[in-house]
């Protein structure tokens, strides 16, 4: 299993217009194979803050997904990202 966790950096006035254009990505995401959960969303303290969180069956399935990756317009917006892709190799019930 693949998690991509992290966080973007827009605009704080820009941030819900990001998040508007993304609607369409996100449904793709999910109806995508091998996306078992895909979400990003405004912070709740920090306004220019969107919280990045996808979980794949594979890194392959991703990649496929992936492709290209958000568009120019999108990517322009971005001011700053940590994100980081995790490998999980077991999962317990809490």
Known sequence: ???IAGTLYVD?????????E???VVEQARAA????????????VEPGR???????????DL?????EGP????????RGAEVSRYRISGVEAP
């Open 33 to 44: 194979a091998g996306c078992l959960d895909f979400a990003l969303s405004a912070d709740l």
């Open 1 to 3: 299993m693949i998690i």
């Open 63 to 67: 990649e496929r997904f992936r492709g």
């Open 50 to 60: 969107i919280n990045v969180y996808e979980r794949w069956e594979s890194g392959e």
């Open 22 to 24: 993304s609607v369409t």
């Open 71 to 78: 568009s120019a317009e999108q990517t322009a917006q971005i």
């Open 12 to 20: 704080a006035e820009a941030r819900d217009g990001y998040l508007a």
